[in-house]
Structure formats: C-alpha cells, structure tokens
C-alpha cells in the first residue's frame, strides 16, 4: 500500500557490497534512525510551525515509537537535538485536555450607547428582583470596573500551595487543553506566589498576549526562515501557546495579563471565590497585583455610565499607541457579592458585558495600482482607493505587499475590496467581492523594470519580492533619508519628506551625510520654501547632532534586518558606532536575538566603504552619540544594598521594588548571607524566619520608607 506523500515511500536501498549480515543490519538500522530523526523534525516543523501536517497523528506516532526503540538498540547514537529528547516529552502532538473546576465564560457584547444602557437596565430589573443580600442597595448598581479588552487567548493558572501546577486555555469553556510548559516559559507568569499566603489553592485567570512590537520581530523572522507569518498577534499569540516545543515558545516572548480569579480555596472559608480577600472587582485586581501578576494600568473605576462611555472612548483613541491589541473594552460590576447575585445566564455573566469598537474594515474601489520603490530596492504594489472612512480615520491607500499576495487576491482595478486597517500599520486589503467586478476588469502585469530608474528589477533566490538593484536609483536614496528623519530614525521632524525628494532630484543630496550641509539660502531657492520652514530644516538637524541617542543613530542608518528592538541590544552593548562597526560576527551573535543572518547583515553594512564615508563624515559634523550609562545613585543609605519585601505590604509589592531600585539597592530573590535588608510586612513567613536564622537585619515597611529618606 502507498500513501502520497507519505514516509512510507521511502524504501531502503540495497547496499552491493557482501557484508556480514549482523552488520548489514546494523548499518540499515543506523541509516533509518538518521532517516526518522530528521524526518520526525520535518513533521514537528509542519505540524507546530507550519501548520501543515502531512501525515496523520497515528503515522507520526507509529514512527516516534520507531525511533525509540531504535535509540533503545544503539544508545550511543542518541543526540540532544534528536526528537525524542525534548524536555518532557513535548514533541507529542496533542495537547492533553483537563475540565475547568469553574466553567470560563465568555461574554456578551454591545456595540452602542443605547445597548450598553439597555444592559445596566436589565441588570438592574434582576438585581432588584433577586437580591436578598441585606448589605446590598441597588446603588451597587452604578460602579463598575472598567477594563480594556485584550485581544488575546484567555488562559487560567492555577497554583497550588503557592506553586503553579497547571496552566490551561479556555477551550469551549467546560474543559481547556493543558498549556502548563508553555506558561511556564511566560516571563511575567510567577513560578511560585510565596509561602505567607491565606489560599492553598487559587486559579488566575486572564490573556496570554503578544505585544505588537514582538508580533512583527516575530514575523520578520518567520520570513526569514522562509516559515509562515501569522495574521495578527492573537493567532500568533494561538500558535505560540500550542507550540509544543518550549524553546520555542520561550523565544517567541508571551505575556500574560491577569484580569479575574476562578475558584479560590480558603480554609475555612464558605465560598469559593476569595470574595473575604477581595470584596470589590477593584480590590481583586489589587490583590491579583500584589501577588506578582502584571494588570493592565488603563483599568478604571466608573460611577456613571457617562464614565463608562468617556473610557470606552479613549481607550479608542488610545487603542494605536498601547503596546498590544485590544478590540474593546469590559465592565464588570464592581462589588463582587453583588456579581454572585447577578449570577451567569447559560452563555455568560450578567455582571460584564464588553462593548466591541467599531469595524476597522470597510469596502471601497481600487482606483489604480502603483509600484514603489523601498529604501531597500523592494518593490511594493500600493492600491490607490476611493478614499474611505474606517474608524475614523480616511483610507485611500493600501499594501498589496508583493507580487505574490496581489496574485493570491486576484485583486484588479476596478474592483471592489475589503480594507482593514489595524493600528499604525498601512492598511491592507483581506479579500476581493468579485460579484461586484466590472466586466473587462485586467490582471495586473508587475513591471519588469524599477518605475523610478528605470533598470532592469531581479528576484532573489528564495524571495518573494522583486529588486531594484541599481545603488544610483534616487527612490531607494529618497526613502533611505526618509527613514533616517523618521520617527523609527531621528525623529527630526523640521525635515519634510517633500523637501528630500527636492533635494535628492537635484542631486544636492546623495545620503544621510549630505542632508548636513545644506543651508538656509539653498533652501530658499525651492518655490513654497519660506524662512521660517528652512530654519526650521537646518535647526532641526543642528538638535538631532545634539540629541540624538546611540539606540534612535543605530535605528535610522537603516540596516537590513535591524529594527528599534535590535537597536536597542545593540546600543546597550557597545560604547558607540565604531566600536559596533568593528565588533566580529562571533560577538554580536552572541547577543540577545541576534542570529547569524542579522550579524552578516550588520557586518555587510559596515563593511561598504560608501558607508564608511558617510559615517566618517557624520562624526566630523558632530553625530556620534554615546552609550547611554544607566545612573545609579551612590550617595544614598541603600545605594549598593540587597533587599527583599515579604509579607502583605501597604502598597503593591512592585511599588516598594520600584522605589529601593530608584534608591540604588538591588533586589534578591530569597533570603540568603547576601542578602542586607529584608522588609517585612503582615503575616510573614518562612523568609522572615529564614532571615533570623541567618541574622539578616529586619526592616518594617515605616522603617524602610525612613531610610529612603536618608
Ligand atoms: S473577564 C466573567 N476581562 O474576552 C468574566 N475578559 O468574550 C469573564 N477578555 O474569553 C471574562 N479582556 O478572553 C475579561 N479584561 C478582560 C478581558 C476579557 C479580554 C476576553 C476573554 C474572554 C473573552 C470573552
């Protein structure tokens, strides 16, 4: 029997030479267990990775075991990089399932004033209807907690005795898929709570997240490794949590975002919800803080609805800048007794709702389809539409990415598209409606030849864009100095884009460098120029020589597959350019993610001797900033000093970290000989007792605060 496509194709060859059978055998068992090795690696990269398994769990499965028990035969030809020796197993390909103790709701939704308003009511008709809490008036009615809505995975933790044991998502609500290796590789997930604690048992719930910024590294290198991208951060965020290879998972940089409790077990306590610990959705966040889980910090409390309605409408404003999505926002009520009395209908609470924005999505006509030119070469089809309001804001430009993205969409002029715009991205188009295609609409034919200069375009080996790889092409020079003015550059704003297409047109500006010696009174010499604007150009540029920081110079040169977060490696690691221009490609891999493809595009970089010229030249004017010291202060009572915080203290135990931190001490994470100073709070524990033992010096909060003083 034959499958297509799969293993079992493959069939040995027949070795010609007479060797002795025992032997004969031994070398085929080798050759197939190399064989499985690196077969089981493919599969686990299309099935994790790729998303696109070619055979079945059972054959995979069928052939893991092959594997072992060959490894079992010759144990001197297990490798570390070998399937079968990840950590604990997680190459399987399923996720274990386990019932939640307490089922995870979702939520209801409104998208307007007059449904948010039309919620309150109906809440408040049950309440008066069911309460028999005596405590409770119907004004309980009017505070709500008021949180974004993270667009994420939700996910619970569950910690036991102050340790984390397991680690779930959702999944329809009754039973979640067991997620615990990957949390565990979370950085801002705690391992263990502490020892002090009033719960033996509690269950975290809340969004496991991938910011933005780490959602397009991510991306980039995916395209790098020739691997699939992800849409949006959320299924990147979906992928990386189902990632079974925890390395992997670790490298790819979660969050976790903590917005409520599951079951809460406390001896002695009647309830299940930690409602003696937290009486308000407010105080629970400030618990759920305390204990070491990050919050998101635009929560808010709202005592009318006309609050409710100014927070969802900045966090609509505010959506773009925060660091990671959210596509809306969620009220909960905030006395937490007064939930239970509101209690849950079959689908979800009714003491939280989440009021969804506003579509980003809209259709519009494509007018035309134009190429253009990066500062890199790249060639990059842009649909010009029929401007459009999306949220707000007017549309009338897209990416259509590259040639074969515009192929995939069949998108032709004329047509009729969907468009979504998500944050500060360029827009782009998701999808054709092609009963609405004129009839005669055309393919789009991509140039064979660069729209600016003319020369012919090529495409690397592997590469889905097209080139132009002409260095004299004024397109690529254009936007390279674009970039360099930009917020991800200098940020020198008196510098006009318009202004550097002029300059470079002309040939009065060839590079970065050149921008420098421009002066008031060539600039004059543009019709539109005035006075003010061209001092403004060449003040601007004087500030950037004095402001600029080694991270924002290293960002705006430019380099191939160097972006802020790269920058930022780079500039905590070397003094300034030139130490950076002659560090070997040994020593920058050797720095936080950074592969052998970003030091070879470092060193290409600086190895350019145009390069070099500029650079030499931009010293001469002035622009070669320095590492940045971090500034620790010497000359307080804590200043070189180890501390650590235990026990419940007056404010969120961060706070206090915050302040020693501030005040020059470093932290510990447990008490030990090293350690200075040890603040205790209420109901402290096995630290403050450890701490005795060792006679480290003891503080109370007010002594700690008094010493900051000092
Ligand atoms: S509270 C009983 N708070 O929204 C309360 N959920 O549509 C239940 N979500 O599966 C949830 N941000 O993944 C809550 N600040 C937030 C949230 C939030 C996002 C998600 C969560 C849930 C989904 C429900």
């Known amino acids: ?47 994790h990775t790729l ?42 390909p399923f996720l274990e399932k386990a019932k939640h103790r307490q089922r995870m709701y979702g939520l209801d939704n409104v998208f307007s004033q007059a449904e948010y308003e039309d919620f309150i009511q109906k809440g408040k008709n049950y309440f008066a209807k069911e309460n028999t809490q005596k405590e409770l008036s119907l004004a309980t009615m009017d505070t709500w907690w008021a949180d974004p809505k993270l667009d994420g995975l939700a996910a619970e933790i569950i910690y036991e005795n102050g340790e984390l044991v397991q680690a779930l998502t959702r999944g329809d609500g009754e039973e979640g898929e067991v997620i615990t290796s990957a949390v565990k590789t979370i950085r801002n997930v705690p391992q263990h709570l502490g020892h002090d604690l009033p719960f033996t048992r509690i269950e975290i719930r809340g969004e496991v997240l991938m910011l933005k910024r780490d959602f397009e590294a991510l991306n980039q290198k995916q395209i790098l490794l020739k691997q699939k991208t992800f849409a949006n951060p959320r299924n990147a965020a979906a992928g990386t949590l189902r990632q079974l290879d925890t ?49 998101s910090k635009e929560s808010l409390l709202c005592h009318t609805s006309g609050d409710a309605f100014s927070f969802c409408e900045k966090m609509e404003v505010l959506r773009d800048s925060l660091p990671y999505e959210l596509d809306g926002v969620v009220y909960k009520l905030n006395n937490r007794l007064a939930q239970q009395v509101l209690d849950f209908t079959a689908r979800s609470p009714r003491f939280a709702i989440a009021w969804k924005f506003s579509s980003r999505k809209a259709e519009t006509v ?224 050797l720095l936080q993610d950074i592969g052998p493809e970003v030091a070879n595009s470092i060193k290409q970089y600086f190895a350019s001797k145009e390069k070099q010229e500029i650079l030499a030249r931009l010293k001469e004017y002035g622009l070669n900033p320095q590492r940045e010291e971090k500034i620790i202060p010497v000359d307080t009572a804590l200043s070189g000093k180890t501390i650590l915080f235990t026990g419940t203290l007056s404010k969120p135990r961060q706070e206090f970290e915050k302040m020693a931190e501030e005040s020059g001490a470093r932290l510990l994470s447990a008490v030990s000989k090293n350690l200075d100073y040890l603040v205790v709070g209420e109901k402290a524990g096995s630290k403050l007792e450890k701490a005795q033992k060792l006679g480290v010096q003891t503080l109370t909060e007010q002594e700690f605060l008094a010493l900051l003083k000092k």
Request: proline residues 3%; hydrophobic residues 40%; glycine residues 8%.
């Open 1 to 47: 029997m034959k499958k297509q496509g799969s293993l079992f194709d493959i069939e040995y060859t027949e070795k010609k030479t007479e060797q002795p059978p025992e032997l004969a055998q031994e070398e085929k068992d080798k050759d197939r267990l190399e064989f499985l090795k690196s077969e089981l690696k493919r599969h686990n990269r299309l099935y």
């Open 366 to 589: 494509l007018k035309a389809i134009t190429v253009q030119v990066g500062r890199t070469g790249v060639l990059t089809p842009v649909a010009e539409l029929e401007p459009v309001s999306i949220g707000g804001v007017v549309v009338s430009r897209a990416t259509l990415h590259n040639e074969e993205e515009l192929r995939n969409l069949d998108v032709r002029v004329g047509d009729t598209v969907l468009v979504q715009r998500a944050g500060d991205v360029i827009p782009d188009i998701l999808s054709v409606n092609l009963d609405k295609r004129p009839v005669g609409a055309e393919e789009f034919i991509f140039p064979t030849e660069c729209p600016v200069c003319h020369s012919k375009v090529v495409r690397c080996k592997g590469e889905v864009a097209w080139r132009c790889v002409n260095i004299d092409c004024s397109a690529q020079k254009i936007q390279g100095i674009i970039h360099f003015v930009s917020k991800a550059g200098l940020d020198i704003s008196g510098v006009g884009e318009k202004w550097i297409e002029k300059l470079v047109e002309i040939g009065r500006v060839q590079n970065i460098a050149d921008l420098f010696t421009v002066t008031v009174k060539e600039l004059l010499a543009f019709e539109g120029m005035g006075d003010i604007s061209a001092q403004k150009f060449v003040d601007s540029l004087t500030e950037a020589k004095e402001n600029a920081t080694l991270v924002r110079f290293i960002s705006s040169l430019g380099i191939r597959l160097v972006g802020e977060q790269t920058a930022k490696t780079l500039a905590g690691a070397f003094e300034n350019i030139d130490e950076l221009a002659h560090a070997t490609e040994d020593k920058l891999t």
């Open 247 to 295: 390395r992997i998972t670790a490298e790819r940089k979660l969050i976790f975002l903590a917005y409520n409790v599951g079951q809460v077990l406390i001896p002695g306590a009647g309830d299940e919800s930690g409602l003696t610990l937290w009486k308000t959705q407010q105080e629970l966040m400030q618990g759920l803080s305390s204990l070491g889980f990050a919050i």
């Open 51 to 92: 998303d696109n398994p070619e055979i079945s769990d059972q054959e995979y499965d069928m052939l893991y075991k092959e594997l072992v028990s060959l490894e079992e035969k010759y144990p001197e030809l297990v490798t570390k990089d070998s399937p079968t020796q990840k950590i604990g197993g997680e190459v399987l």
